[in-house]
């Protein structure tokens, strides 16, 4: 454990470097932790030899490395607060949301990457946390229907089926019928290898059909991946390849979805440097948090940034935007 001056410099040198992305000397420290230069300067190589910064020249001060970005974030004594405008940002954003699942999602991710002006992460629910609401079957030609299911998370599937037989509206009904008195209330994705029969081989077909299209949406990997503000990465690493690296990355969606999961399920809210698992991704911080939905966890949702992200305002947006999508969800 660091005592209390060490520890006041190095908060000090993280929360400059992360305004500023310029080494830190002595002398800009030392009026914040009440000691002269000549004192914090020896703390600092102290802090050097410990692990918890670096000196990148020389001649230079020193940046953090990601032990110290660790401690900085493990001793964030008061969470940050959204300033009053980004928290009616939100609110007006949930309150005028509306339509598709996969149009809201999308939007989210955008609005968290306008709140933290990095690249944001937001996963859908998928099939393991949803249970069926409705199902129908509409006819689109002869030989083919449309099937459209609402899902409890909000989300509305769509499915083109095709059929063995032309079929009529009546017989699409009784289908209809057939499988909602089987699957309203199921979960989605641990579905029936079969249902019983009704009677009827045509109706029967059509539903069997219906439900091999559904089976199959099963086989996906976690939820949907929405991603908003991939661009601003650009602007925060000096290297081109490391760039073109993280969105390589963004661009994964069922490496996003480990990456996220992992995370959480290491019971962390931030993922530093070689903590994301990630090669590509060592010089990237990012900060996750789950949401729920009628109180199950349903997706996740993140930003990801340099490791020199500002970090209890990060917190703080993905704490809050994740809150209100849940109750959005939630409340319908």
């Known amino acids: 454990m660091l005592d209390e001056r060490k520890a006041a410099i190095l908060r000090a040198v993280v929360e400059e470097y992360i305004e500023t992305a310029q080494p830190v000397g002595s002398g800009s420290v030392a009026p914040q932790v009440k000691a002269s230069s000549a004192t914090v300067r020896n703390d600092m190589v102290l802090l050097e030899q410990e692990g918890y910064l670096r000196q990148p020249h020389t001649s230079a001060g020193r940046i953090p490395t990601d032990k110290g970005y660790r401690f900085f974030v493990d001793t964030i004594a008061n969470p940050a607060r959204l300033a009053s405008g980004e928290i009616q940002q939100v609110r007006s954003f949930f309150d005028a949301a509306h339509g598709e699942l996969e149009h809201l999602l999308h939007d989210t991710s955008r609005l968290l990457s306008d709140l933290t002006h990095y690249a944001a992460v937001v996963i859908g629910p998928d099939h393991e946390t949803a249970t069926i609401r409705s199902v129908q079957l509409v006819g689109l ?10 899902l409890s998370t909000g989300a509305i599937e769509k499915h083109t089926v095709d059929l063995a037989e032309e079929t009529g509206d009546e017989r699409l009904a009784a289908a209809t019928a057939h499988l909602s008195a089987h699957l309203l209330g199921q979960p989605a994705g641990r579905l029936p290898d079969s249902l019983a029969g009704t009677g009827d081989t045509s109706t029967d077909s059509v539903c069997d059909a219906a439900l091999a299209v559904l089976r199959r949406g099963e086989e996906g990997e976690g939820g949907p991946v929405f991603v908003g503000g991939a661009a601003r990465m650009a602007g925060a ?17 069922y490496v996003v979805v480990t990456v996220l999961r992992d995370v959480l399920d290491r019971g962390l809210q931030v993922a530093i440097g070689s903590e994301t698992g990630l090669v590509p991704l060592a010089e990237c911080s990012l900060v996750v948090a789950p949401y729920e939905v009628e109180g199950e966890t349903a997706g996740s949702i993140g930003v990801l940034g340099p490791t020199r992200m500002n970090y209890p305002q990060a917190l703080a947006a993905v704490a809050v935007v994740s809150r209100r999508l849940g109750r959005h969800l939630t409340e319908g």
Request: glycine share 0%; aromatic share 4%; no cysteine.
């Open 141 to 150: 030609a002869p030989r083919v229907a449309l099937l459209v299911v609402v």
């Open 237 to 253: 690493f000096d290297a081109v390849e490391t760039v073109r690296e993280v969105l390589s990355i963004l661009e994964q969606q």
